[in-house]
C-alpha cells in the first residue's frame, strides 16, 4: 500500500499545476477539441467561450451562498462543541482518518455545502488534537466523503428532476426520489461507500516510524488570536446594540425559517435556494446575533475566493462543450455500444469524462441530460437510473476535480498537489463502487 501512495503523490507532486491553471489548461484544450474534432472555426468557438463566460452568474452566486454559508453553520458554536466532543474521544492516528472520513461523507450527503466544509474543520481539529497523524491524508480523507453528496440530499440532478416545472420536465416527465437516491440500490451504495471509504483512508495512514508532515499550528494561530480579539461589544451606543442584539437575530432567523416551513406546507419543493435559506436562517439563530455571523461569514468568504474566480471560467468551457457539439459527441460514442441494461453503465462514464469540463453538476445535466433522455427513450431504458448514473458519475469525478478541493485547501493551508495523491486512491476505490453498482441496478431491472 505504502508504494502505492508514494507513486500517486509523487505523480501529483511533480505534474498537478494550481486548481486555476488547471482551469486555464482545460479552457485551451476544450477550443483545441472544438476546432480540431468538431470542426468549428476557431472564431466561433472563441465567441461561444467569451459568451458562455458569465452564464452562469445567477448559479455562481447560489454556489458561493451556500459554500460561504454552509461554513457559518460548520462553525457555529453548537456544531463547533459537538465536533470538539467527537475529537476529545479520538486517540489514534488511523482512528482520526476514520472520523474525518465519516464526518466529512455524512455532512455532504445531508447538504454538499456543509459536508465540504465541516469535514476539513474536524480535520484540521483531529490533526491538532492527535500527535502522529499526517496532515495531507486527513485533510484528503474529510474530502473524499464529498463524493456521498451524489447519494444524498441535495444531490442535483435527483433533486432538480423530481421537482414540478423543471426544465426538462416535457421530455423526462417527474422522477420521484423514492426512484432515485431513496431506491434500495443507491442506499445500499451510499452504505457500501460509507462503510468501506474510510478504511481505505485509514490503510493508507503511514506505518509508524514513516516519516510524515503534522499540522503547522502556527499558521492558524495568528487568526484565531484575531478573531478572539476582536471587539464584539465595544461601546454602549444604540448602533452597538443593535449590531449584538440576540433578539435580532432571534426574530429574523424565525421568521425565515417560518417562511420556510409554510412553503412546504403549501407544497414548495427542496430547491436549492430553500436549501440555501434553510441553511442561512439556521445559522444567524446558532450564531446568536448579527456581528458573529458577519465574522464568521467574512471567513467563510475567503474560503471560496478561488471557486468565485473559476466558476466563470468553467462556464465558458461549458459553452464551448455544449455549442460545439462535443458533448453529444462523447456521449453518442458510449450510446452506440449501449444496451436497454448498460445505457446507465455507460452514462456513469461519460459523465466521469464530461465532469472535468463541468464540474457544476447543474451545468453538466444541463448539457449532457437531453442526449441521455433521448437515448434511455429510444433503448427503453430506466429513465432514472440513467438520470442517476449521470448524478453519480459527476459525483465520482469531484474526487479528482480540482475545483471543488478549493475550500479544503483554504481551510488546511496546503496545496493541491498535497492531497490529490490520496484522493485519486480514492477514485478508483469509489469508482469500483459506482460501476458495481450501476451494472447491477441496470441488469437486475431494478426501476
Known amino acids: 500500500m505504502n508504494s502505492i501512495v508514494s507513486f500517486f503523490t509523487e505523480l501529483m507532486r511533480r505534474f498537478l499545476p494550481d486548481p486555476f491553471v488547471f482551469a486555464i489548461v482545460l479552457t485551451f484544450l476544450a477550443l483545441l477539441l472544438a476546432i480540431l474534432v468538431e470542426g468549428v472555426p476557431a472564431i466561433e468557438s472563441l465567441l461561444q467561450w467569451g459568451d458562455g463566460f458569465w452564464n452562469l452568474l445567477a448559479f455562481t452566486t447560489q454556489m458561493a451562498v451556500i459554500l460561504a454559508m454552509g461554513y457559518v453553520l460548520a462553525t457555529s458554536p453548537l456544531v463547533n462543541r459537538t465536533l470538539d466532543a467527537i475529537v476529545l474521544r479520538v486517540s489514534t492516528p488511523r482512528n482520526a482518518i476514520i472520523i474525518a472520513t465519516l464526518v466529512g461523507g455524512l455532512g455532504s450527503y445531508l447538504n454538499w455545502g456543509f459536508g465540504l466544509v465541516v469535514g476539513g474543520i474536524v480535520a484540521r481539529k483531529l490533526a491538532v488534537h492527535i500527535r502522529g ?8 480523507s474529510a ?8 447519494l444524498g440530499l441535495s444531490a442535483t440532478i435527483p433533486v432538480l428532476i423530481s421537482t414540478p416545472g423543471h426544465p426538462m420536465q416535457h421530455d423526462l416527465g417527474l422522477i420521484n426520489l423514492s426512484q432515485t437516491i431513496f431506491s434500495w440500490p443507491m442506499l445500499l451504495t451510499a452504505l457500501a461507500v460509507l462503510i468501506t471509504l474510510p478504511l481505505l483512508n485509514a490503510a493508507l495512514h503511514p506505518a509508524p516510524g514513516t516519516p510524515i508532515v503534522e499540522i503547522d499550528i502556527g499558521q492558524f494561530e495568528s487568526q484565531q488570536t484575531q478573531k478572539q480579539g476582536a471587539p464584539l461589544l465595544g461601546d454602549h451606543t444604540l448602533a452597538t446594540r443593535l449590531n449584538n442584539s440576540r433578539l435580532l437575530s432571534l426574530g429574523i432567523g424565525l421568521l425565515g425559517l417560518s417562511y420556510l416551513a409554510v412553503s412546504f406546507y403549501r407544497g414548495a419543493s427542496l430547491d436549492l435556494n430553500k436549501v440555501n435559506g434553510l441553511i442561512l436562517f439556521l445559522g444567524i439563530l446558532l450564531l446568536r446575533t448579527p456581528a458573529q455571523y458577519i465574522i464568521r461569514l467574512n471567513d467563510g468568504i475567503r474560503t471560496i475566493s478561488g471557486i468565485i474566480l473559476q466558476y466563470p471560467f468553467y462556464a465558458g468551457i461549458m459553452a464551448i462543450m455544449a455549442g460545439s457539439g462535443l458533448v453529444d459527441s462523447i456521449s453518442r460514442v458510449f450510446v452506440e455500444i449501449s444496451t436497454q441494461q448498460s445505457l446507465p453503465f455507460w452514462g456513469l462514464i461519460s459523465s466521469f469524462l464530461i465532469n472535468f469540463f463541468a464540474p457544476s453538476a447543474g451545468g453538466h445535466w444541463a448539457i449532457q441530460g437531453p442526449f441521455m433522455i ?14 442517476m448514473a449521470v448524478m453519480l458519475g459527476n459525483a465520482w469525478n469531484d474526487l479528482v476535480q480540482p475545483f471543488w478541493i478549493l475550500p479544503a ?5 496546503l496545496q493541491l498537489k498535497d492531497i490529490m495523491g490520496y484522493t485519486v486512491i480514492s477514485m478508483f476505490w469509489v469508482g469500483l463502487i459506482y460501476i458495481t453498482s450501476v451494472l447491477l441496478w441496470g441488469y437486475m431491472g431494478q426501476g
Open 409 to 413: 485547501l483554504a481551510l488546511s493551508r
Open 374 to 387: 433521448e437515448a434511455a427513450k429510444a433503448l427503453d431504458s430506466s429513465l432514472a437510473q440513467t438520470s
Open 133 to 140: 497523524i499526517h496532515y495531507p491524508l486527513i485533510i484528503a
Open 143 to 150: 474530502y473524499s466523503g464529498f463524493t456521498l453528496y451524489g
